[in-house]
């Protein structure tokens, strides 16, 4: 080859080297360009991984090789070509087996191997892997010059190395996003204050105190859309971690295969798919909170991982041995019963135990009163911002509509009607009006209104107002309120139009429902 073939084939290569590529495609114009230059029918690149050798990349090789690894101790001429920095041929008559036999895709009946070369590609000194070549015919590596050979395995060192610092590159720079991520977060939500007066509110926020500069692994149990996430971050907050972050997991959200990576991390090679080391959240929220959302979601696998974690405080990431010490502390919600889950045997008990050093109750917004109106008012504002009002506000009727409903998901669903309540009135409004006041009946909430009196309240209480002896004024106050209390129940709990309903003036309704003992 003249030198200038030579360096047409290889200036490609190096103008590479400042590219940004998949590294598949790097690797696939290195190989292209060593069978340009080295006459033969297979070649391979391949990375030592431990006692393995693992190809990444192949040319002339049938496929399936991507997907073998070959154990250095099976293979004596993978043996002597990593003991050797000079390349290294094995001529037809070697009697050592070749690992490629059968799978050069050229065979025209031939299988066997007759000249093979390798030559080791090192790094920082230290065999990184190889680069192997070979040819079916006998003889056909006689012209092949080693030096040429040993001079392309340091390009091709050269190419490994941009891969692997883009690669390394790419992890810092989502890792970094993911902290930056965390940081904004947890900014965001601090500021997001948990608002209330109600005496369940006041409860919690009193636990919130006590458990928040403790070291306590808490359990927030509550329904969905109470505050969970709110209360944990208001706990971080509290406690002396507060200027580190607060890292989260969902537990529910990620197959079962990728939780134990996301807690723990894992090392290049772990598993298909990792392409470089990466930390999981205990390493990221080291010195701060993880906090573990829907933690009933886990299996009973990863549990036992997480208890031995939160014992030792050592974690391993996933396919490595090292230990590393952590200093994390555990926040953990959930809103299923874990007691139910451990007696029905879903759950560990060891586990369950660990997790509620402190267990925390968020009550159901139905439970907090006019907290109701308060957390509304919150919603109301960053809904006028965002519609660009001067005032949105609530109506008394709809104030009534919103106090009578049960919420079953909670403050998330507040907002969320809150939120769609007065995008659906603005739209109505035959102008762009400066000044929204949101009635009952833009409330959509009807069917779900929770009945004033239960069923069973209402059958047990007119048994008692109509039991033998009772006198007609009792008996007719237990039909006027059962009335009411169905029309309530009817209209949303909206007062204007149950006085509608019952054909009575509001003032009336007020006054008789007062009397009834009706809320
Ligand atoms: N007391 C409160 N004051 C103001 N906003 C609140 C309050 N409680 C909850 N929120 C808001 O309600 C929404 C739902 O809260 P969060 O996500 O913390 O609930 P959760 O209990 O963790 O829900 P899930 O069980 O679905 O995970 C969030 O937007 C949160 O900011």
């Not at 977060?185 to 928040?212: F, V």
Request: proline share 4%.
């Amino acid at each position: 080859m003249t030198p200038k073939l030579l360096l047409d084939a290889l200036i490609p290569l190096m103008a590479d080297l400042s590219r940004e590529m998949h590294d598949s495609e790097r690797y696939r114009r290195l190989l292209d360009t060593l069978r340009m230059l080295f006459p033969c029918d297979a070649a391979a690149l391949l990375r030592l991984d431990g006692e393995v050798l693992v190809p990444l990349a192949i040319n002339g090789l049938s496929s399936d090789t991507l997907g073998r690894r070959f154990r250095v101790s099976e293979h004596p001429r993978f043996r002597i070509l990593l003991s050797n920095v000079p390349p290294t041929r094995f001529p037809a008559n070697s009697s050592l087996p070749d690992p490629y036999d059968g799978l050069v895709e050229a065979h025209s009946g031939e299988l066997h191997v007759h000249d093979c070369m390798g030559c080791q590609i090192t790094m920082n000194g230290r065999p990184w892997g190889l680069l192997t070549l070979d040819a079916l015919g006998a003889g056909r590596f006689d012209s092949v010059d080693t030096a040429s050979l040993q001079a392309f395995a340091s390009l091709a060192a050269a190419t490994v190395n941009v891969a692997e610092r883009i690669h390394d590159l790419a992890e810092t720079s989502e890792q970094e996003r993911q902290r930056a991520e965390a940081y904004r977060l947890a900014a965001n939500q601090s500021r997001r204050e948990l608002i209330g007066q109600s005496p369940a509110h006041k409860k919690m926020m009193k636990e919130i105190r006590l458990a928040g500069p403790s070291n306590m692994t808490v359990l927030i149990t509550g329904e969905t859309g109470v505050g969970k996430e709110l209360v944990a971050n208001a706990i971080h907050a509290a406690s002396p971690r507060a200027r580190k972050p607060i890292i989260s997991l969902n537990c529910a959200a990620l197959p079962e295969t990728l939780v134990e990576s996301e807690l723990f991390g894992h090392v290049r090679g772990a598993f298909s798919g990792a392409v470089s080391d990466r930390r999981g959240k205990f390493e990221l929220a080291d010195g701060g909170t993880l906090f573990l959302d829907e933690v009933g979601e886990l299996s009973l696998a990863v549990q036992a991982k997480l208890l031995r974690v939160l014992q030792s405080g050592q974690i391993q990431r996933v396919g490595s041995d090292e230990e590393h010490k952590v200093d994390v502390r555990v926040i953990a919600a959930t809103n299923r019963n874990l007691e139910e889950e451990v007696r029905q045997g879903r759950y560990r008990s060891d586990f369950y135990h660990r997790l509620s050093v402190y267990p925390l109750l968020a009550p159901p917004l139905r439970e907090r009163g006019h907290d109701i109106l308060l957390i509304s008012g919150f919603f109301l504002e960053e809904n006028r911002f965002r519609l660009g009002l001067l005032s949105l506000r609530l109506a008394t009727d709809a104030q009534e509509v919103l106090l009578g409903y049960r919420w079953p998901g909670n403050v998330r669903e507040l907002e969320h009607v809150i939120a769609r309540t007065a995008l659906k009135a603005l739209a109505k409004q035959p102008e762009r009006p400066r000044i929204l006041t949101l009635a009952a009946e833009d409330f959509d909430l009807v069917n779900e209104v929770k009945p004033l009196i239960s069923e069973q309240e209402e059958q047990i209480q007119s048994e008692l107002d109509l039991q033998n002896g009772s006198s007609l004024r009792d008996a007719v106050s237990a039909y006027e309120r059962r009335l009411i209390s169905a029309s309530l129940a009817r209209n949303g709990g909206n007062v204007a139009s149950t006085a509608r309903e019952l054909g009575i003036d509001r003032a009336n309704l007020n006054r008789m429902a007062k009397r009834l003992g009706l809320k």
